[in-house]
Structures are given as C-alpha cells and as structure tokens.
C-alpha cells in the first residue's frame, strides 16, 4: 500500500452503507380542518445504519429535490443531519443526491425516494384518514443500500474506515457532534440493523455486490485483451500490405528495365542486320528504321 494520500489503492474495493428514506405522520382531522393542505408531517433523509459513524468524514453535502408545488424545492445540507421535513398532503418521488468530500474525487451518487404517506394497506382515497391512521403511529419507508468504491484515494479509503476502526478499537460507542435527526418522533424510529437476519441480508448484498465487481473487471480485462489481440492484428496487416506494395513497385521498375534491355538488343540485332545487309540499301535503310523505334516524322505527328 503506498503512502501517496493523492493516489489510488489498486485492486481495492469498499463499500458504504446508507440509510435513506422518509417517516410520515398523520396530523390528525382536526389540524386538516384548520389546513386542509398539511395532513402529514414528513421527514426524509438520508443517514448511516451505523448510528456512531460520523457522516461529515465522508459526505460534503446532500441535496434533495422535493416537489416544485414546495417552496424552494432543492434543498442543499452541508453537515448532519442530512434531512428535510415539510408538512402536505400528497405523496411524491423525491431525488437524493449526496456528493462527496473534494479530495475523493468520486462521482455524486444520485438516489430516489416516494414518499409515503398512507400505509400500504390503506383503503380508498376516499376514505377518511381518520377512521384508520391515528397521529402517534407513523408511515415508515426505508431503504438499505451500499455505495460501492473502486479503487478509491487512499485518503478518501481512510476517511471511509475511520469510524468502523474507531469503534472497534476503543470497543465502545463514540459521541457524535450532532444529532441523529432534529425531529425526535423521527429518531425514535429509525430502523436497527443489529437483527442477525438483517446482518445476513447485508453480508449476502454484500457477497453478490463483490461477486458482480469481480465479473465486470474479468469482462473489462477479457475486453483489453482482446483489443490487444485486434491491434497487433491491425499493425501485422498493415505491415503485410506496405511490404506487398514495395514488392509490387520493385517488380514493375524490374521489367521496365528488362523491356529497355530487350530492346536495346533488338536494335543491335537489327543493327548488325542492317550492317551486314549494306549491299542492299532498302535493306540497309529499313533495318535503321527498325533498330532507332523511331518513326518518321510524319507519322509522328499523326501519333
């Protein structure tokens, strides 16, 4: 492992986990009566399943997207707890977006969230809340999930580790600098993950999230090869066709050379006939004709 804090640890894998979601409660008929717009007070966040893990280490801000019917709608938190709670009527998809420390230099993760505020076992919309819903019993929807990091900054990696070492190593809980959530009612029903069926879903999601990692980067490194493979195959008939087309031009200047030669001595054949034939001179002046390739000039002209 190096000791460069602005370098990456290679083949290393670590994942986060977070808790996100919304807790609603049913403001009663007689606060609808007086605000027919507010018949729930909700709360969404985002947190970690660890309650002593220090968020700040780690996340820079969180923005929630809330419904544009809300004033401001995009809400922006830099420090814990990472919640909004507002008070409506109806349910709606919110977007999560936690962003990480500068020094990470890791991509925002963008989640989603409907929040929920009738049970799912609630009748007809037409149905008077009341007669199924009381104010101290509240809608809970959350999730469980896992951020994972590949090879990530050594300092980010420490970051990410530090609580987890923390409360190993003094085997006791730390105090955190903030609470939990500003909405006691809300903290008071957080999910526990100390249940051994929900620490078996955990290491199962785990188990798989790393098998899956382990597939893509066999598949990318089966990818690189064969690119590798498809290059020298490139650079081997690249290099074939140059050779073959230097060949080719060797061959024609060969034959021009071997034309030339032939008939130059052609013309010392014809010379020799057209010596040997000096008795004659029709002979003489046709073979002279015959051994310069020259035509007269008459028939130059026509050419």
């Not at 809300?70 to 009527?89: A, D, N, S």
Request: proline share 6%; aromatic share 8%.
């Amino acid at each position: 492992m190096t000791n460069d804090t602005n370098s990456r640890l290679h083949n290393t894998t670590t994942c986060f986990p977070i808790s996100y979601g919304s807790i609603a409660f049913y403001l009663g008929k007689d606060n609808i009566h007086n605000n027919p717009t507010a018949t729930h007070r909700w709360t969404l966040y985002v947190r970690s399943p660890d309650p002593t893990y220090d968020l700040s280490q780690s996340i820079s801000k969180v923005i929630f997207q809330l419904h544009p019917s809300f004033p401001q709608p995009t809400r922006e938190l830099t420090q814990p707890p990472f919640e909004v709670t507002e008070m409506g009527w109806g349910e709606f998809e919110a977007s999560i977006r936690i962003v990480w420390k500068e020094e990470a230099e890791e991509r925002p993760v963008l989640l989603t969230h409907f929040i929920k505020l009738y049970p799912s076992n609630a009748p007809v919309a037409t149905v008077d809340p009341s007669t199924y819903m009381n104010t101290t019993v509240p809608v809970v929807s959350e999730k469980y999930d896992e951020v994972v990091f590949t090879n990530p900054k050594v300092v980010f990696h420490k970051q990410l580790l530090d609580g987890q070492q923390q409360s190993r190593k003094n085997k006791k809980k730390k105090q955190l600098t903030y609470p939990l959530s500003h909405e006691s009612s809300v903290m008071e029903h957080f999910r526990t993950y100390g249940d051994e069926t929900d620490v078996k879903a955990m290491l199962a999601a785990k188990e798989f999230l790393q098998k899956e990692l382990r597939s893509v980067k066999d598949r990318l490194i089966k990818v690189d090869d064969e690119l590798e493979d498809v290059k020298g195959m490139l650079v081997a008939a690249s290099a074939t066709a140059a050779a073959a087309a230097f060949t080719s031009d060797g061959v024609v200047g060969t034959k021009g050379d071997t034309s030339s030669s032939s008939t130059a001595g052609a013309g010392t054949v014809t010379g020799k006939g057209g010596a040997s034939s000096s008795k004659s001179g029709k002979k003489k002046k046709s073979a002279a004709g015959g051994a310069s390739g020259e035509q007269p000039a008459s028939k130059k002209a026509k050419s």
